[in-house]
């Protein structure tokens, strides 16, 4: 296949919850780049071609990585990579990073980092590095990482902290979210954070965010003062502020990007 490949798949029961998708790419003649938007997943990438260099933001420094995992950002991520790319990603959901990384989980906030480096791994990453690279069924190698990851989901998750996202998805306020499970605000602000990294005014400000792009993609002609009152936002000025934060750029240039047929890598 000359052009770009891109492959995705929902979990498996068995890990349904921890992961939100599996995902494979490959551009074998072409360089590859992508602006991608903040999202509230920790992607795991099992690189099997050249390195990618990876900038955080607007004017992050640009790093070079192979194999990485990745805490929660609140902005744009550019991703680019010479011809040759190949990988397979694991995006997990929040949920997944507590019972994968545990505490570990809020140190990865803003941060890239070697797979070879991930204690969870057990030294084990060269071994299944190796297998990904053996095959070149995507389907085998989906079913492959799964069953390496599945075994290592043994962290206890914080039942109050899972509950929180819970309501803040629902479009609850911090504070209303505090007082449904039971903490003051306080309490909560601190919580959050030790556990996942971000502040949970900004986990709310990233799920409204993304609740605006579920409307626009699922939204044949997008009105945006439509969007932005379905997902919450004041006004379309206030929407179009989000995505500049979140997306690097205006909602109109971001939707003209957007090919069903080659969706955005998710790192």
Partial sequence: MAGPVFLSRPPSR???GLIARISGYSSKT????FLETAELVFPIVFNLGPPWDIRLGRDGDVNRNSSFTA?????PVAVSCDAGAELLQVDLTPLGASRLFGGAAAELAAQVVDLRAVDRFEGEYDAIHDQLHG????????ELIERFLAPRFGHAAS???QKSWRLLAQGNTVS???AAIGWSTRHLRTRFRQETGIRP????RMLRFQ?????????????????????????QAHLIRAFHEFAGELPTTWARSVRPSEPRLHL
């Fill in 135 to 142: 095959v070149t069924d995507w389907q085998v190698r989906f």
């Fill in 30 to 33: 072409k360089p590859s780049w």
């Fill in 176 to 178: 209303d979210t505090a």
């Fill in 159 to 161: 039942i109050h902290i």
């Fill in 14 to 16: 068995a890990v349904g």
């Fill in 201 to 204: 005014v900004t986990a709310a």
């Fill in 211 to 235: 609740r605006a792009r579920t409307f626009a993609l699922c939204s044949d002609n997008a009105d945006w003062a439509d969007i932005a009152a379905a997902a919450g936002y004041s006004d």
């Fill in 71 to 75: 805490g929660l950002f609140a902005g």
